[in-house]
């Protein structure tokens, strides 16, 4: 059984230019949550989703933020316009039930230069 | 909005020596999970608590939750270098979504 696979694992982007990071969780798990970590920080959680609903989006920025987990494919995590303050490691995590243990992909390391 | 603190940020062992660090909610928590981060690495789940006072043992790791179930406790006796890492408790408020609520975690060197 395969683990939480992230994709790309590093993504250099220009400031203003669009990210997506894509995460496909374990097999048989519907619950994805994505968190972003910042050097010597913790995960600060962005948003949970359950396939094709976004249950919780409170950790996410109103504006060029947003999360999709289709019922086909992978979970993407999009950032518009991106800036320098989003630099960081964003990792995914999937659950096969709500409030379980969560196994977290590898991340997403995103620089924007 | 609810809490979950880890002090200090850093603790520095030496090895052999036994490590005790604490996790502390501002609310009480239906459950709490403890993951461990290599250096460069991603964290990996270590374990679940769910009942009031429960104990936990993996190896040379114990883990306890209190009996309000604010807290937590790891415990790791005899440190050794593969210890090494940064251990993150998360706490799931009950009704809150199932998200969890990460603390910023304690990272553990170890001197040899």
């Known amino acids: 059984n395969a683990g939480v696979m992230q994709n790309p694992r590093h993504l250099v982007r220009r400031r203003g230019q669009e990210a997506r990071l894509r995460c496909s969780p374990m097999?048989?798990?519907?619950?994805v949550y994505w968190y972003r970590q910042l050097p010597e920080e913790g995960l600060k959680f962005m948003v949970y989703?359950?396939?094709?609903?976004?249950?919780?989006e409170s950790g996410m920025p109103k504006e060029r933020f947003s999360a999709e987990f289709p019922k086909e494919g992978p979970s993407i995590l999009r950032i518009q316009q991106v800036v320098r303050g989003d630099s960081a490691a964003y990792f995914c995590?999937?659950?096969?039930?709500?409030?379980?243990?969560?196994?977290f992909g590898p991340g997403t390391r995103l620089t924007v230069t | 909005g609810q809490q979950v603190m880890q002090i200090p940020q850093y603790q520095h062992v030496q090895e052999g020596e036994d490590f005790t660090t604490y996790c502390n909610s501002s609310?009480?928590?239906?459950?709490i999970q403890w993951y461990k981060q290599r250096p460069g690495g991603h964290p990996v789940f270590l374990i679940q608590?769910?009942?009031?006072?429960e104990v936990k043992k993996q190896k040379r790791l114990t883990f306890q939750f209190g009996e309000a179930k604010k807290n937590s406790s790891l415990h790791i006796t005899a440190t050794q270098t593969t210890d090494v890492g940064t251990y993150f408790c998360?706490?799931?408020?009950?009704?809150?979504?199932?998200?969890?609520?990460f603390g910023k975690g304690i990272t553990l060197s170890v001197r040899p």
């Open positions: 995590a999937s659950s096969p039930y709500a409030a379980g243990e969560q196994y």
């Open positions: 097999k048989g798990h519907s619950h």
């Open positions: 989703l359950q396939k094709e609903n976004i249950i919780d």
């Open positions: 609310t009480t928590l239906s459950n």
């Open positions: 608590l769910v009942k009031s006072g």
């Open positions: 998360a706490g799931e408020v009950a009704g809150a979504n199932s998200k969890l609520t």
